[in-house]
T-cell receptor, first 112, second 113 residues
Framework: QQQVKQSPQSLIVQKGGISIINCAYENTAFDYFPWYQQFPGKGPALLIAIRPDVSEKKEGRFTISFNKSAKQFSLHIMDSQPGDSATYFCAATQGGSEKLVFGKGTKLTVNP | DTGVSQNPRHKITKRGQNVTFRCDPISEHNRLYWYRQTLGQGPEFLTYFQNEAQLEKSRLLSDRFSAERPKGSFSTLEIQRTEQGDSAMYLC???????????FGQGTRLTVV
C-alpha cells in the first residue's frame, strides 16, 4: 500500500518556467511533510518542509502548498533553472515514528 | 567533511555471500536511519537507532539483515546470504532529534550477481 502518491513521474520545463510536483497522502496522522532533491549518485537532500498548521511555506524559489482537507501538498519551483534538474521526492512522517515515507519521485528536466 | 559518510560506495558480490556496510553519522546526531532505494523508487525505511538502541524495524528487514550501532556512533548493516533482489542503493541518514532534517549519505550501491 503506497501511502504517499507522487505525480508526475517525469517533468520537462523550460528555463524560467514553473515546475509543479504534486503529492497525495492517505494517513491523516502524518504531521511533517518534507521535499527532498536527489542528484544522480548522491543521497537525497532536504529542500523544504512543512507542517499541517500552515497552508504555504516559501523558501527562495521553492514553495510548498498544503491542503489538509484534500490531503495533498505540492512543490512549486519558480524560475526553474537547468541546475534544478534532479529527482524530487515528497515524503511524510508522523509524530512518534521516525520513519519517512517517500513518494516514488519525479524526474525534473529543465531545458536551457 | 562533516556530512554522513558511507563505505564502501560500491559493492559487487556473488549471490550467497555476506556483505557489510558502514555508516558514520554526523557527529552528535543521536538518530541514525537506514533506507533502501531501488531504481526508479523512493527510499524505503529499513531501521532506526536512537543512540545504540534499535527502536524501529521495517518488515523489509528480513532475518538475513542485521544492523548494529554498538557505541551510539557509527552503524553497520550486514546482509547474509545475499540474493539478487538485494541489489539496491543502501542509504544512511542521521538527525539530531525527531521530525527534523534527516541528512543522508551518498549511499552504498550493492550489486548481487
Amino acid at each position: 500500500q503506497q501511502q504517499v502518491k507522487q505525480s508526475p513521474q517525469s517533468l520537462i520545463v523550460q528555463k524560467g518556467g514553473i515546475s509543479i510536483i504534486n503529492c497525495a497522502y492517505e494517513n491523516t496522522a502524518f504531521d511533517y511533510f518534507p521535499w527532498y532533491q536527489q542528484f544522480p549518485g548522491k543521497g537525497p537532500a532536504l529542500l523544504i518542509a512543512i507542517r499541517p498548521d500552515v497552508s504555504e511555506k516559501k523558501e527562495g524559489r521553492f514553495t510548498i502548498s498544503f491542503n489538509k482537507s484534500a490531503k495533498q501538498f505540492s512543490l512549486h519551483i519558480m524560475d526553474s533553472q537547468p541546475g534544478d534538474s534532479a529527482t524530487y521526492f515528497c515524503a511524510a512522517t508522523q509524530g512518534g515514528s521516525e520513519k519517512l515515507v517517500f513518494g516514488k519521485g519525479t524526474k525534473l528536466t529543465v531545458n536551457p | 567533511d562533516t556530512g554522513v559518510s558511507q563505505n564502501p560506495r560500491h559493492k559487487i558480490t556473488k549471490r550467497g555471500q555476506n556483505v557489510t556496510f558502514r555508516c558514520d553519522p554526523i557527529s552528535e546526531h543521536n538518530r541514525l536511519y537506514w533506507y533502501r532505494q531501488t531504481l526508479g523508487q523512493g527510499p524505503e525505511f529499513l531501521t532506526y537507532f536512537q543512540n545504540e538502541a534499535q527502536l524501529e524495524k521495517s518488515r523489509l528487514l528480513s532475518d538475513r539483515f542485521s544492523a548494529e550501532r554498538p557505541k551510539g556512533s557509527f552503524s553497520t548493516l550486514e546482509i547474509q546470504r545475499t540474493e539478487q533482489g538485494d541489489s539496491a542503493m543502501y542509504l544512511c541518514a542521521s538527525s539530531p532529534q525527531v521530525n527534523t532534517e534527516a541528512f543522508f549519505g551518498q549511499g552504498t550501491r550493492l550489486t548481487v550477481v
